[in-house]
């Protein structure tokens, strides 16, 4: 079983739609919870960071973390063509010593206008 | 200009060749990476530097070298190309103490025939 799980999609909805991007994860030590965007041919962008629980809002995003269920949620509200793309979430167990970062595989989520 | 920057973007190789990939940032960070990611598997570490003189192995490291010339240098190699090294290589780099906020350059495309 992978530490983190993510659900490749592609996922499509339509321009204005709320979206839902998850990820489970089995490593209860993971503290540090992060999203990034890849556009194609691109590299990874970090678009929000999560420390422990709780929610976090920036603009249209906001990410969630439940560490009960070991899930964690990215929602894009009215989303746009332009947040076409892949999305990674991330985690890591902190900063005491190097804790690697373990990323998901990746949602490719597709707007259409 | 790009924080991040790698060369070259694309590459095709035969196998049995050595090859390098290069990397050069201009954040100031410490800590550089190098991920590679397949379809599937998402980004793994191939090794990581958290300063000149301080250089490890990641998960997969065999079959790679790295050199880290300068703060804002680091190299991968492959000493001795093979098929399924075939790839995309991304470069990322951290603040001393922000494991979790990595950032990424654009990548390099590698293909070994």
């Known amino acids: 079983q992978k530490e983190v799980e993510q659900d490749p999609g592609p996922l499509s909805v339509p321009e204005g739609a709320i979206v839902s991007l998850n990820c489970t994860y089995s490593?209860?030590?993971?503290?540090?919870f992060m999203w990034y965007r890849q556009y194609s041919r691109k590299g990874p962008e970090l678009l929000m960071y999560?420390?422990?629980?709780g929610n976090k809002e920036d603009g249209r995003f906001t990410a969630q973390v439940d560490k009960s269920s070991k899930y964690i949620s990215l929602f894009i509200r009215d989303s746009q063509p332009s947040d076409s793309a892949t999305y990674l979430c991330a985690m890591s167990a902190g900063n005491t010593g190097f804790q690697k970062l373990v990323f998901g595989t990746g949602t490719r989520l597709l707007v259409s206008p | 200009d790009a924080d991040v920057t790698q060369t070259p973007r694309n590459r095709i190789t035969k196998t049995g060749k050595r090859i390098m990939l290069e990397c050069s940032q201009t954040k100031g960070h410490d800590r550089m990476y190098w991920y590679r990611q397949d379809p599937g598997l998402g980004l793994r570490l191939i090794y990581y530097?958290?300063?000149?003189?301080?250089?490890n192995k990641g998960e997969i490291s065999d079959g790679y070298s790295v050199s880290r010339q300068a703060q804002a240098k680091f190299s991968l190699s492959l000493e001795s190309a093979i098929p399924n090294q075939t790839a995309l290589y991304f470069c990322a780099t951290s603040a001393r103490t922000g494991v979790e906020t990595q950032y990424f350059g654009p990548g390099t495309r590698l293909l070994v025939l």
């Open positions: 530097s958290f300063d000149v003189k301080d250089i």
């Open positions: 490593n209860s030590a993971f503290q540090y």
């Open positions: 999560t420390y422990s629980s």
